[in-house]
């Protein structure tokens, strides 16, 4: 039964990456938080899809102030 809940790490990355672009379902972010739950490669997969987004947020502004 549980097995049926949590998502495989190939549809995990897969929502870890769209998170980043639109909002989840709730059923969907509740079964993503599920598997990163007892996922730790997922999680760090999801924590650098994180990162990376912050990270080019922040170009323009690096670029802007580099053109002063």
Known sequence: ?????IYPCEQAAKLSS???EQALTMPERVRLRLHLMMC???TNFSRQIEF?????????????NDAD
């Open 52 to 64: 990376l987004r912050r990270a080019s947020r922040k170009i323009p502004e690096v670029l802007e």
């Open 1 to 5: 039964m549980i097995h049926r809940l």
């Open 18 to 20: 769209r998170a980043m």
């Open 40 to 42: 730790e490669r997922c």
